[in-house]
């Protein structure tokens, strides 16, 4: 009556242990697997900001010279969307250097430990990607009046109308994006976070209807 009974128990046993084996192969090759791949798309990223950054520079070098000879507006404002470009691309770079390096060791240093954290969360990468978007629309909105009525804008438009328009998309995104993440971004309880500390509950309710795309650009980044 044992026989069979120390036979099943070690059937079981071999069947448990087999089953563990592979479970915890499986495991250590998925992190593995998820480590080379964070090494293989940080450098992915920073060879395309690289390129990114040697094209832009190479395209703002080009309109301001052509700004210079033509004196269009259009050239400035192209100039500007390329400069936004280069900025984001610059800030993005530190975020794959941080991935490469698994992590920055904060000092403790209030101060430069909340300016590290604001780099890492990618807040300056997404204000360049916010100014850039505010950048496209008010091309879109000059060439609009330009051409569909062109009239007008021979006889209003004046110099600095495009001045507004180059401030405009750097002070919406410094109004969107820096300026909160100064206010709310910081490290705590050993963790970097983005818009983690609100002076109350009502403001805190905000992150939640503004914020959560912002929130996924980051993560993204």
């Not at 206010?183 to 309710?205: I, L």
Request: aromatic share 10%.
């Amino acid at each position: 009556m044992d026989e069979p009974y120390s036979s099943s128990f070690d059937n079981c046993s071999e069947v448990i242990t087999l089953i563990s084996t592979v479970t915890f192969s499986t495991t250590l090759r998925s992190a593995v697997g998820q480590s080379v791949s964070a090494e293989i798309v940080a450098t992915v990223g920073l060879i395309i900001c690289g390129i990114g950054i040697c094209v832009n520079s190479v395209v703002v070098a080009v309109l301001v010279r052509a700004r210079r000879q033509f004196g269009s507006s259009v050239h400035t404002l192209i100039a500007n969307q390329s400069a936004m470009d280069l900025f984001t691309c610059g800030f993005i770079i530190p975020l794959y250097i941080i991935k490469l390096t698994h992590g920055f060791n904060y000092t403790g240093n209030q101060i430069l430990d909340s300016a590290i954290c604001i780099i890492e969360t990618g807040t300056l990468s997404v204000l360049g990607l916010v100014a850039d978007n505010l950048g496209l629309a008010v091309i879109t909105l000059e060439r609009y009046f330009k051409i569909v009525h062109a009239i007008a804008h021979r006889k209003y438009y004046r110099n600095w109308m495009t001045k507004v328009g180059v401030a405009l998309p750097w002070i919406g995104g410094a109004c969107l994006i820096l300026f909160p993440a100064m206010g709310t971004t910081r490290f705590k309880n050993g963790r970097c976070g983005k818009f983690n500390v609100w002076p109350n509950e009502s403001m805190a309710s905000v992150r939640l209807h503004i914020f959560p795309n912002i929130e996924l650009s980051c993560s993204i980044i």
